[in-house]
């Protein structure tokens, strides 16, 4: 679990007109607030805003919004209140931390009762801020890391599903296609283990080939672009067992709908 020092130091790694006390304030507030809270690994509440502000700096988010991940679960879970976030930190920090509240009471609430595209387009209805909706992401993707430690089998479908329907969509459509593979791939890990491990399996057993391909097609790229002098480098990006798992379920779809198209023809005939 980051320290406080080492937050505030790594905001300030690319935001230079940080208030460090502001953050510091924060950070203090909810080790406080949470002092008697349990994870369900039993490990003190706290490492949960902390991972999730550690998430939002990972994204070089703004201190409103990093103080906002470490408070976000102050309201719903402890004795804190909107003016008291208001009084200690600001109108600003207490919307945001009241919004990411409201889209857990909607969870609460809508879930079973709504389709995932309605829920989807009610959290976006009803956060004013975009920021409320970033805390909200961050949160759902530290919980779906650690979801190995909740012991309800149930409850671990029933939050993997809600990701896959709801959390992961609003990522894609946010832009934020790597926290996007991310929350798909740790769903689908809980919604098909078996699937998962195959894939991941073969994976393990080409890295190597796929490794030497890259580099040889990529100095190949590298070679042309120099001899024209443009100067770029060659990233690779491996695709998740989620999405090579979606890629085969959506071509045997096309398959089948052929299949069943030139079957019809031919009975024409």
Same mark, same amino acid.
């Given at each position: 679990?980051?320290?406080?020092?080492?937050?505030?130091?790594?905001?300030?790694?690319?935001?230079?007109?940080?208030? $460090?006390?502001t953050?510091?304030?924060?950070?203090?507030?909810?080790?406080?607030?949470?002092?008697?809270?349990?994870?369900?690994?039993?490990? $003190?509440?706290?490492?949960?805003?902390?991972a999730?502000?550690? +998430?939002? #700096?990972?994204l070089?988010?703004?201190?409103?919004?990093?103080?906002?991940?470490?408070?976000?679960?102050?309201?719903?879970?402890?004795?804190?209140?909107?003016?008291? +976030?208001?009084?200690?930190?600001?109108?600003?920090?207490?919307?945001?931390?009241?919004?990411?509240?409201? +889209?857990?009471?909607?969870?609460?609430?809508?879930?079973?009762?709504?389709?995932?595209?309605?829920?989807?387009?009610?959290?976006?209805?009803?956060?004013?801020?975009? /920021?409320?909706?970033?805390?909200?992401?961050?949160?759902?993707?530290?919980? &779906?890391?650690?979801?190995?430690?909740?012991?309800?089998?149930?409850?671990?479908?029933?939050?993997?599903?809600?990701? &896959?329907?709801?959390?992961? $969509?609003?990522?894609?459509?946010?832009?934020?296609? /790597?926290?996007?593979?991310?929350?798909?791939?740790? #769903?689908?890990?809980?919604?098909?283990?078996?699937?998962?491990?195959?894939?991941?399996? /073969?994976?393990?057993? +080409?890295?190597?080939?796929?490794?030497?391909?890259?580099?040889?097609?990529?100095?190949?790229?590298?070679?042309?672009?120099?001899?024209?002098?443009?100067?770029?480098?060659?990233?690779?990006?491996?695709?998740? $067992?989620? #999405?090579?798992?979606?890629?085969? =379920?959506?071509?045997?779809?096309?398959?089948?709908?052929?299949? /069943?198209?030139?079957?019809? =023809?031919?009975?024409?005939?």
């Open positions: 679990m980051l320290k406080s020092e080492e937050l505030i130091n790594k905001v300030k790694s690319y935001n230079k007109f940080l208030n $460090p006390e953050l510091s304030k924060a950070y203090e507030f909810a080790l406080k607030a949470h002092v008697k809270q349990k994870r369900d690994e039993g490990a $003190p509440y706290i490492i949960h805003p902390v999730v502000a550690d +998430i939002l #700096s990972d070089k988010l703004d201190s409103a919004t990093i103080a906002t991940g470490l408070l976000h679960d102050t309201i719903e879970d402890t004795h804190t209140t909107y003016n008291t +976030i208001k009084e200690e930190f600001g109108q600003e920090v207490a919307d945001l931390v009241e919004g990411v509240t409201k +889209i857990s009471e909607l969870e609460n609430q809508a879930i079973h009762n709504s389709k995932a595209e309605n829920f989807r387009k009610l959290i976006l209805a009803t956060s004013k801020d975009i /920021r409320v909706l970033l805390v909200k992401i961050a949160d759902r993707l530290h919980n &779906m890391r650690t979801i190995k430690f909740v012991k309800d089998a149930n409850k671990q479908i029933r939050i993997a599903t809600e990701t &896959m329907e709801i959390y992961a $969509p609003l990522a894609d459509r946010m832009g934020m296609n /790597r926290i996007r593979d991310e929350l798909e791939d740790l #769903s689908f890990q809980v919604l098909n283990t078996e699937a998962r491990e195959l894939i991941k399996k /073969r994976l393990d057993e +080409i890295k190597e080939d796929r490794s030497s391909s890259f580099k040889t097609i990529s100095f190949k790229f590298s070679d042309l672009l120099n001899q024209n002098n443009l100067n770029a480098q060659i990233f690779g990006r491996e695709k998740t $067992p989620f #999405s090579i798992w979606r890629k085969v =379920q959506k071509k045997k779809s096309i398959i089948r709908t052929n299949y /069943r198209y030139y079957g019809l =023809q031919n009975n024409f005939r």
